[in-house]
């Protein structure tokens, strides 16, 4: 089992920055893809940004030239740095670790969860 633990999470006002980090402490086995997701009140969670081994990155529509998503030094960890903040930006914060090839977007198809960090704007 991994926990993955999510940081960075607060209050900030419209406009503003934050930035979420996700790490594993401890587990040093390869993880193909990190993403992260989040979840408004009486939503769906729904995919934020994923990146993959080689470093190759998406994210969503909603979010681009806004948020960038980069891996850490270590396989688990990863930040995401999201900028411009929009009021629709409120929400739980999920860092999401798939253990085999592909970089997926939904929440299904990943293996581990943190517990989520809170975003509010």
């Known amino acids: 089992h991994v926990q993955l633990v999510e940081s960075g999470g607060g209050s900030v006002q419209p406009g503003g920055s934050l930035r979420l980090s996700c790490e594993a402490p401890?587990?040093?086995?390869?993880?193909?893809?990190l993403a992260w997701f989040r979840q408004r009140v009486g939503q769906a969670r729904e995919g934020v940004a994923g990146?993959?081994?080689?470093?190759?990155?998406r994210v969503a529509e909603s979010v681009k030239g806004r948020f960038t998503i980069a891996r850490g030094k270590d396989n688990y960890s990863m930040n995401m740095q999201m900028n411009s903040l929009k009021s629709s930006g409120t929400a739980m914060y999920y860092c999401?670790?798939?253990?085999?090839?592909?970089?997926?977007?939904?929440?299904?198809?990943?293996?581990?969860w943190g517990e989520g960090t809170q975003v509010t704007v």
């Open positions: 999401a670790v798939r253990v085999n090839s592909g970089c997926p977007t939904q929440p299904a198809d990943f293996d581990y």
């Open positions: 990146i993959g081994t080689g470093g190759v990155s």
């Open positions: 401890g587990y040093t086995a390869s993880a193909y893809c």
